[in-house]
T-cell receptor, first 112, second 117 residues
Framework: EPEVTQTPSHQVTQMGQEVILRCVPI?????FYWYRQILGQKVEFLVS????????KSEIFDDQFSVERPDGSNFTLKIRSTKLEDSAMYFC??????????FGPGTRLTVT | AQSVAQPEDQVNVAEGNPLTVKCTYS??????LFWYVQYPNRGLQFLLK??????LVKGSYGFEAEFNKSQTSFHLKKPSALVSDSALYFC???????????????FGAGTRLAVHP
C-alpha cells in the first residue's frame, strides 16, 4: 500500500540554524500539507500546497517558513532560522480528489 | 470558526467491552468529519470519514462512528475493544463550505484510549 514517507525521523539543530524537512507524498496525490504537533498538544495545520503554490497557510507559517516541491516527488518544509519554540513533531500529509489526508510518520525536530 | 472538541482526555475500557470516544464539532457549512489514530512514535493513521449519506460509517479495524447533526457529534465506537486498540485518537473536521480538495483539517486535542486486559 502506498504511503507518505518523511526524512529524517529526528533532527537536532541549534537555535538560528536552517533546517529542511523532507517528504515524499503518495505518488498520484495532488494536495500536500504540513502540520505540526508540539509535545502533548493538538495537531496544528501549517500550510497546504496545490498546483505548485501555497493554497492556505496558518498564522504559525510566518516568513521563517517556506515550502517547495523541487521535483515530481519531494515536498519540503524549510525553517530559515529555528527558534526553541519550533521544537515539535512535523507531519507531512497528502490527498487526492477525495477528502481524507494520509500522513507520514513525522520528523521530530529538536531545537537546542 | 471551525472547531472540534474531544471532552475526554482519557477513556479506560476493559478488553471485550464496547468503547466510545466522543467528539463534537462546529463548522459554518456541512461538515466533513474524520477519525485518526496515533500509535506511539508513529504518524496519524486514517480510520474513517463521514462526508454524506448514512449516519453510521464503518472504518478500519472494526471501528465505526455515528454522525448526529442535531447534536453536532461524531462519536467513535467499537463493539468489542482489544488491548491493541490502546492509542491516541483524534477527531478532525473539514469545512465543506470552501471548495477545493486542499482544505485543512482542524483536529481535536485527542483522547487516549486505554484498553485493559
Amino acid at each position: 500500500e502506498p504511503e507518505v514517507t518523511q526524512t529524517p525521523s529526528h533532527q537536532v539543530t541549534q537555535m538560528g540554524q536552517e533546517v529542511i524537512l523532507r517528504c515524499v507524498p503518495i505518488s498520484n496525490h495532488l494536495y500536500f500539507y504540513w502540520y505540526r504537533q508540539i509535545l502533548g498538544q493538538k495537531v496544528e495545520f501549517l500550510v497546504s500546497f496545490y498546483n505548485n503554490e501555497i493554497s492556505e497557510k496558518s498564522e504559525i507559517f510566518d516568513d521563517q517558513f517556506s515550502v517547495e516541491r523541487p521535483d515530481g516527488s519531494n515536498f519540503t518544509l524549510k525553517i530559515r532560522s529555528t527558534k526553541l519554540e519550533d521544537s515539535a513533531m512535523y507531519f507531512c500529509a497528502s490527498s487526492d480528489w477525495g477528502h481524507e489526508q494520509y500522513f507520514g510518520p513525522g520528523t521530530r525536530l529538536t531545537v537546542t | 470558526a471551525q472547531s472540534v472538541a474531544q471532552p475526554e482526555d482519557q477513556v479506560n475500557v476493559a478488553e471485550g467491552n464496547p468503547l466510545t470516544v466522543k467528539c463534537t464539532y462546529s463548522v459554518s457549512g456541512n461538515p466533513y468529519l474524520f477519525w485518526y489514530v496515533q500509535y506511539p512514535n508513529r504518524g496519524l493513521q486514517f480510520l474513517l470519514k463521514y462526508i454524506t449519506g448514512d449516519n453510521l460509517v464503518k472504518g478500519s479495524y472494526g471501528f465505526e462512528a455515528e454522525f448526529n447533526k442535531s447534536q453536532t457529534s461524531f462519536h467513535l465506537k467499537k463493539p468489542s475493544a482489544l488491548v491493541s486498540d490502546s492509542a491516541l485518537y483524534f477527531c478532525a473536521v473539514r469545512d465543506s463550505m470552501f471548495s477545493g480538495g486542499y482544505n485543512k483539517l482542524i483536529f481535536g486535542a485527542g483522547t487516549r484510549l486505554a484498553v485493559h486486559p
